[in-house]
T-cell receptor
């Protein structure tokens, strides 16, 4: 595997379900990100981890719970979601520790989530 | 507050011609970075080009160049010799250069390349 991978690619869940999204980066990067991309809205940053420590939490509802067990893996645990949470969830990584640099982010293909 | 504006929801260009995608930004920070990403229908965002606020020259990467006009707070992407594979969504993004990981994105422009 190369780059950033995400599983599953598609997920349909009911509002009472619990599911997890997985992201893995094979680039040796230090920072990992979760973004939400809804129709007709700009990409929204949800969480950022640097060296496995959460450094950004962008006022995301508690029904989304991130986990970063090591610098290569990032999870997004989902529970009691709402239909408006249906979106494309993108994971990204970058080679930086403190942010603010010129390092581009490398994105995975995303998980298309549908909440019924 | 930082803001990115892309005013062109959709653009058409003839294959082999050049096209300019507009991006304006607003920030009070003296140091910042500007990025352009491409998102094909497959969903994966692909980095294209970067411009730092203190860079004296416009960035170029192959067929991509960034027309950076700092006083006007604009960072337009120019794609030369358009190809059918350039059909995609294009996003302008900005990051505060003084630290922090937050990157804000514009709403995007969908580019259609006609044969």
């Amino acid at each position: 595997e190369t780059g950033v991978t995400q599983t599953p690619r598609h997920l349909v869940m009911g509002m009472t379900n619990k599911k997890s999204l997985k992201c893995e980066q094979h680039l040796g990067h230090n920072a990992m990100y979760w973004y939400k991309q809804s129709a007709k809205k700009p990409l929204e940053l949800m969480f950022v981890y640097s060296l496995e420590e959460r450094v950004e939490n962008n006022s995301v509802p508690s029904r989304f719970s991130p986990e970063c067990p090591n610098s290569s893996h990032l999870f997004l645990h989902l529970h009691t979601l709402q239909p408006e949470d249906s979106a494309l969830y993108l994971c990204a990584s970058s080679q930086e520790v403190v942010g603010g640099g010129d390092n581009e982010q490398f994105f995975g293909p995303g998980t298309r989530l549908t909440v019924l | 507050a930082q803001k990115i504006t892309q005013t062109q929801p959709g653009m058409f260009v003839q294959e082999k011609e050049a096209v300019t995608l507009d991006c304006t930004y607003d920030t009070s920070d003296p140091s910042y970075g500007l990025f352009w990403y491409k998102q094909p229908s497959s969903g994966e965002m692909i980095f294209l080009i970067y411009q730092g606020s203190y860079d004296q020259q416009n960035a170029t990467e192959g067929r991509y160049s960034l027309n950076f006009q700092k006083a006007r707070k604009s960072a337009n992407l120019v794609i030369s010799a358009s190809q059918l594979g350039d059909s995609a969504m294009y996003f302008c993004a900005m990051r505060d250069g003084t630290g922090g990981f937050k990157t804000i994105f514009g709403a995007g422009t969908r580019l259609f390349v006609k044969a």
